[in-house]
């Protein structure tokens, strides 16, 4: 496609349950990062694919939250047990290489709400 | 670990005026530094993308300067509309990660 597209683009669910949320990137583009942002503040980051392999999990706060991206291409970061504190919208973002010095390009985000 | 701050947090000018954001970062060893812009409900848009080895560059009315040795970045916005109205967010890449401030949120009054 012509940028990235995240689904779904909003998503309520009761706390405890599991929520998956999509990315599709840029076509050919290698580099996959997932931020997470909350009211008021700027993106942190949660993870970041090199092709199909997690090259650096490094911002996922805890064990409920995994991602995979098994073709290289598509993206999914999954919510286990959610939890109110999991609220916020959930960015996606794709760069041609995985060379820091590329610009990167966000979807429109996933805003999730936990009740 | 990088730590990126923006000055100010908000900012209301009327329309014409120039305006100067601010962005400082603790870790000079950077990939490059970029400024990115989001409205409301919407996702980051990539305004200006600076190399570490660059000082300055220009898009449109749009100026971003680098000193990296400073640890610092300004955003230079000439002749300002109503439509530049958003949140400008400065990013340094250091390693795999881009690493963001909180943001200035700027309105341009008509």
């Known amino acids: 496609g012509a940028g990235v597209s995240q689904t779904p683009s909003n998503k309520v669910t009761e706390k405890g349950k599991y929520v998956e949320l999509r990315c599709d990137p840029i076509?050919?583009?290698?580099?996959l990062y997932w931020y997470r942002q909350s009211l008021g503040q700027g993106p942190e980051f949660l993870i970041y694919?090199?092709?199909?392999?997690?090259?650096?999990d490094s911002g996922l706060p805890n064990d409920r939250f995994f991602a995979v991206r098994p073709e290289g291409s598509v993206s999914t970061l999954k919510i286990q047990r959610t939890e109110r504190g999991d609220s916020a919208v959930y960015l996606c973002?794709?760069?041609?290489?995985?060379?820091?010095?590329?610009?990167?390009?966000f979807g429109e985000g996933s805003w999730l709400t936990v009740v | 670990k990088q730590e990126v701050t923006q000055i100010p947090a908000a900012l209301s000018v009327p329309e014409g005026e120039n305006l100067v954001l601010n962005c400082s970062f603790t870790d000079s060893a950077i990939y490059n530094l970029q400024w990115f812009r989001q409205d409301p409900g919407k996702g980051l848009t990539s305004l200006l993308l600076i190399q570490s080895s660059q000082r300055e560059q220009t898009s449109g009315r749009l100026n971003a300067s680098l000193d990296k040795s400073s640890g610092r970045s300004t955003l230079y916005i000439a002749a300002s509309q109503p439509g530049d109205s958003a949140t400008y967010l400065c990013a340094v890449s250091s390693g795999n990660q881009f690493y963001f401030g909180t943001g200035t949120s700027l309105t341009v009054i008509p």
């Open positions: 076509s050919g583009h290698t580099a």
């Open positions: 694919f090199q092709g199909t392999g997690a090259a650096d």
């Open positions: 973002a794709s760069s041609p290489t995985g060379f820091s010095g590329n610009t990167i390009y």
